[in-house]
């Protein structure tokens, strides 16, 4: 495991949050990002009411930045995220186009892509509940791999730094490990650290 983002684990709300704007690192690995332009309200914070102990973006300029992300030959993503609107990309590990190891649910002109180590590849609509993306997987459905694992930066809510498009949606979990994990592996992360969310 490379790093694990729960708020809920955490015990993050908007009083702690506001004191100090970060997702921490549960793996252990202190690979921490830090929350920039949430207001700390329902809307564009942790919530409450509405997705119970979740970060909700508000689509405007809400993001969360890792900039410690170690090289990633090989990779697995394991998530649990709502959008809430259109959106642009709901994670990244890409300083540039075509380049970094995954671009995870970009959407852009009405397509859906994701990349892998810089390759591109057009999917239907997103899933909207649990996730998970290998090089050559993304829920199951097969990707191209590229080559291109360039970047140090893992961005939530937005693809890198200086673009001006974000999503608006809700992340509860966010898990990383730098190996491809087996089917058997990803439903025991499913079950055992994501799903219910305790």
């Known amino acids: 495991m490379v790093l694990w983002y729960d708020l809920k684990k955490q015990g993050a709300t908007n009083e702690s949050m506001a004191s100090n704007p970060t997702l921490r690192d549960l793996s252990g690995n202190g690979h921490d990002a830090t929350c920039y332009n949430f207001a700390w309200t329902e809307e564009s914070g942790i919530s409450t009411t509405n997705y119970t ?20 030959d090989d990779f697995t993503i394991v998530a649990k995220r709502k959008f809430l609107n259109d959106f642009f990309c709901f994670a990244s590990a890409s300083d540039a186009i075509n380049k970094g190891a995954f671009v995870l649910e970009s959407f852009a002109s009405s397509q859906l892509m994701v990349y892998s180590f810089g390759t591109g590849n057009l999917l239907s609509m997103a899933v909207d509940a649990i996730i998970y993306m290998t090089p050559t997987s ?18 939530l809510f937005r693809v890198r730094n200086g673009d001006s498009r974000y999503m608006e949606g809700v992340l509860y979990s966010f898990i990383l490990f ?16 994501v799903e219910d969310n305790d």
Do not use: Q
């Open 53 to 72: 102990g979740a970060l909700v973006s508000d689509g405007v300029d809400d993001y969360a930045l890792c900039s410690t992300l170690p090289t990633l």
């Open 138 to 155: 993304y829920n199951g459905t097969a990707i191209k791999r590229g080559t291109n694992n360039e970047g140090h930066n893992l961005n």
């Open 178 to 193: 730098n190996r491809t994990l087996t089917t058997e592996e990803i439903e025991w992360v499913n079950k055992n650290m």
